[in-house]
C-alpha cells in the first residue's frame, strides 16, 4: 500500500533553515507529482508547493516563493522541502502528498505530517 | 482569507442529509475540476471526492460531489457520528496554483 513518512520536522529559530524529506513506498515513485501542503495550528490547509514526476516542473505558493525549495530524488523515492528564512507563522504541520497524475490533479495520498515549530 | 469560500460550519441530525458548498471564480473552479477532502480529528486529510464528482473506491456511495459554474457541492447522506470532521474543497488557479477551500466543520447532532 502506499506510505508516505516524513522527517525533519522539529523547533528552529526564526531566519535559520530546516530541511524536510519524505521516504515513499507502495508505488512507482517517480511517476507521480508531489506536492507539500501545510496546516498552521487551528488554521485551514494551504498547499505550499508541487514537482512534477520527473523533477523539471516546480510551482510554489505566493508566500513561500524564494524561501522555500521543493526537489526529489526519485532513486531514493524520496521528496524534500528545503525551507530557508523561516518565520513564526511558518509553525505548521507540513504533509507530503502524492497527486493522483505525473503533474497535477488532485492530492491522492497523503503522509501524517511532520510538525515545524518556528520560535526562539 | 482562502480563495475558495466554504461556510465555517454545517450540522445536520443522524440520518439526514447535508450539503456543503464551495464557492470561486472564473480563475478557478469555472475551469478545472474540483477535489474534496476530510479531515477527521488529530488525523491527516483523506480523498473523499476527485474531478468533480467521482468518488474513490473507498469512499462509500453517501458522499457525492457536484459542480456548476463557478461553485461546487459536496453532499453527505445518512449522516454518521463518524461523518463528524472538517470538509476542504481544492482546485486549480490561473495564477499556478493550487488553493483550498477555508473549511467546513461538520457537526452532527
Known amino acids: 500500500q502506499v506510505q508516505l513518512v516524513e522527517s525533519g520536522g522539529g523547533v528552529v529559530q526564526p531566519g535559520r533553515s530546516l530541511r524536510l524529506s519524505c521516504g515513499a513506498s507502495?508505488?512507482?515513485?517517480?511517476?507521480?507529482?508531489m506536492h507539500w501542503v501545510r496546516q498552521a495550528p487551528g488554521k485551514g490547509l494551504e498547499w505550499l508547493a508541487l514537482?512534477?514526476?520527473?523533477?523539471?516542473?516546480?510551482y510554489y505558493t505566493d508566500s513561500v516563493k524564494g524561501r522555500f525549495t521543493i526537489s526529489r530524488d526519485n532513486s531514493k523515492d524520496t521528496l524534500h522541502l528545503r525551507m530557508d528564512s523561516l518565520r513564526p507563522e511558518d509553525t505548521a504541520v507540513y504533509f507530503c502528498v502524492r497527486d493522483a497524475t505525473h503533474l497535477v490533479s488532485y492530492f491522492e495520498y497523503w503522509g501524517q505530517g511532520t510538525l515545524v515549530t518556528v520560535s526562539s | 482569507q482562502s480563495v475558495l469560500k466554504q461556510p465555517p460550519s454545517v450540522s445536520a441530525a443522524p440520518g439526514q442529509k447535508v450539503t456543503i458548498s464551495c464557492s470561486g471564480t472564473?480563475?478557478?473552479?469555472?475551469?478545472?475540476?474540483v477535489s474534496w477532502y476530510q479531515q477527521l480529528p488529530g488525523a491527516a486529510p483523506k480523498l473523499l471526492i476527485y474531478e468533480s464528482n467521482k468518488r474513490p473506491s473507498w469512499i462509500p456511495d453517501r458522499f457525492s460531489g457536484s459542480k456548476s459554474g463557478t461553485s461546487a457541492t459536496l453532499g453527505i447522506t445518512g449522516l454518521q457520528a463518524g461523518d463528524e470532521a472538517l470538509y476542504y474543497c481544492?482546485?486549480?488557479?490561473?495564477?499556478?496554483?493550487?488553493?483550498f477551500g477555508g473549511g467546513t466543520k461538520l457537526t452532527v447532532l
Open positions: 472564473s480563475s478557478n473552479i469555472a475551469n478545472n475540476y
Open positions: 481544492a482546485t486549480w488557479d490561473s495564477s499556478l496554483s493550487v488553493i
Open positions: 514537482v512534477s514526476y520527473d523533477g523539471n516542473n516546480k
Open positions: 507502495g508505488f512507482t515513485f517517480s511517476s507521480y507529482a
